[in-house]
């Protein structure tokens, strides 16, 4: 038994270089995970579009051939406005908020951009509602305030992606709207009762499942009225009983960023990797901006140990793999191939804006 028989429960970051560090190779080989997230650090800027294409089709062929899998998840977050790592002459769109009515148009000229550097899975849409005007870390990531308007334009963001063979994730569930403080640095606690959420929150992921969302993305927040120990990356509550018991999602769920800081005492112990697949999730993300990427050895161990449990095993292990092997069956690989002017110029005509959005530094 080796582990990578639990790598398909894993997404991996890169260390912060546009290449394969001794690092990265070690666990990637080590681990062969589902996926791999690539961050603005992982690209080359400031240089021509010729010299940063070679060097990505240098690092995606890397990538897929240490990690060694027929197909794999290479993604990045691409939502718009500050949410952007790639470099010129990919299209800088203006933030979700201001362009909630034409998201499918923006949908596939992303997933056109993506795709043409070997990008498969772009973590949007942003289906958190817009509710508190002091949310530090949403705020214009939202289509908007209203939960039918982040519906409509999350499916058809999700419609634009998947045409181009860009897979979509709908994030952050059970809503990030509401919060007033940024998980990327402390844990947010929401005080909203199910029926709350039902109401507001979960309506556009509802909608998205309805309508055949491949992933979606739980997030680092503590819902005490429906669990009061655990946050929802955790929570058997979020992600079992209502993600796929009351909605009825059956698809993959993503974790978002383990090493982010609103989860520093919840994975000191590895033990805590078999019990977030037995909570109902499938895939745990870790990153190296803000943590050593080695802790995924001991998270894998962990994992690969509750494998000797045949409880475990059979009623959480397996119907997860399933899911994610499922998945990447369906995920199409992309070639890292040049764009002409032309499509870049339609898609700077879609967006209304000429590079004047500033990128996020991650």
Not at 70 to 99: K, M, Y
Not at 101 to 128: C, K
Not at 188 to 208: C, D, N, Q
């Amino acid at each position: 038994m080796t582990l990578s028989d639990v790598g398909h429960h894993f997404f991996l970051g890169l260390q912060p270089t546009p290449r394969l560090q001794d690092r990265d190779k070690y666990l990637l080989d080590a681990v062969k995970p589902a996926g791999v997230i690539l961050f603005k650090s992982n690209f080359l800027h400031e240089v021509d579009y010729e010299t940063w294409l070679e060097n990505q089709r240098l690092l995606v062929a890397e990538i897929r051939e240490v990690v060694g899998r027929p197909n794999l998840l290479i993604a990045t977050d691409h939502e718009g406005g500050r949410v952007c790592r790639t470099p010129n002459p990919i299209t800088r769109f203006r933030s979700a908020s201001q362009w909630p009515q034409h998201a499918g148009e923006i949908g596939t000229a992303m997933g056109r951009e993506l795709a043409s550097i070997g990008i498969n899975m772009n973590f949007a849409p942003v289906l958190d509602i817009q509710t508190n005007p002091d949310n530090p870390v949403i705020g214009d990531r939202s289509f908007g305030a209203s939960p039918q308007l982040v519906g409509e334009s999350g499916l058809a963001l999700m419609d634009g992606l998947h045409s181009q063979g860009v897979w979509a994730c709908a994030k952050h569930f059970p809503g990030h709207g509401d919060t007033d403080v940024d998980s990327h640095y402390a844990l947010p606690v929401v005080k909203r009762s199910l029926e709350g959420l039902l109401e507001r929150e979960l309506v556009p992921f509802a909608a998205a499942i309805n309508h055949g969302v491949q992933m979606v993305m739980t997030s680092h927040i503590l819902f005490p009225d429906i669990d009061p120990d655990r946050p929802a990356t955790l929570s058997k509550m979020v992600t079992t009983d209502i993600l796929r018991n009351r909605l009825g999602y059956n698809g993959v769920v993503v974790s978002d960023d383990i090493g982010m800081h609103a989860m520093d005492r919840f994975f000191d112990d590895a033990d805590a990797a078999p019990r977030f697949l037995e909570a109902g999730n499938d895939i745990l993300m870790i990153c190296a901006h803000f943590t050593d990427t080695d802790r995924i050895i001991a998270l894998a161990e962990a994992m690969q140990q509750a494998l000797k449990d045949d409880d475990f095993c059979q009623n959480v292990h397996q119907p997860s793999k399933q899911r994610v092997m499922d998945l990447l069956q369906r995920t199409t690989m992309h070639d890292v191939v040049p764009l002409d002017e032309d499509q870049f110029g339609r898609h700077a005509n879609i967006a209304g804006v000429f590079g004047d959005t500033t990128a996020e530094v991650m």
